[in-house]
């Protein structure tokens, strides 16, 4: 399976927004993420979303700030981020398999390179 590639990360000041995107090749009909790992931490889920848009979860600690959307005819996978804070930084990475068990995430398919996201304060 080819790797997805992510773009958008950047540098941005605290309370800031920044727009992720994750663009894969080919037909996809699972469901595709967000993934973030911080500094010195273990990876953890953010966002996923289904096929048809209407099958979406977020971490608690994005909800309301982070919006999660999907474009099937251009194959991306858009992360908007508002209202950004220090505990955001992270490199973001996008899944083409996310599944769940009972409250956990867990990215099934290969990780790409990732995206840094940085929160000045």
């Known amino acids: 399976q080819v790797q997805p590639v992510e773009s958008g990360g950047g540098l941005v000041h605290a309370g800031g927004s920044l727009t992720l995107s994750c663009k894969f090749f080919?037909?996809?009909?699972?469901?595709v993420g967000w993934f973030r790992q911080a500094p010195g931490k273990e990876r953890e889920f953010v966002a996923d979303?289904?096929?048809?848009?209407?099958?979406?979860a977020y971490a608690d600690s994005v909800k309301g700030r982070f919006t999660i959307s999907r474009d099937n005819a251009q194959n991306t996978v858009d992360l908007q981020m508002n209202s950004l804070n220090s505990e955001d930084t992270a490199v973001y990475y996008c899944n083409l398999d996310v599944r769940r068990t009972g409250s956990n995430y867990y990215g099934m398919a290969y990780w790409g390179k990732g995206t840094a996201v940085t929160v000045s304060s």
């Open positions: 080919g037909r996809n009909l699972r469901n």
């Open positions: 979303i289904g096929w048809t848009g209407s099958d979406i």
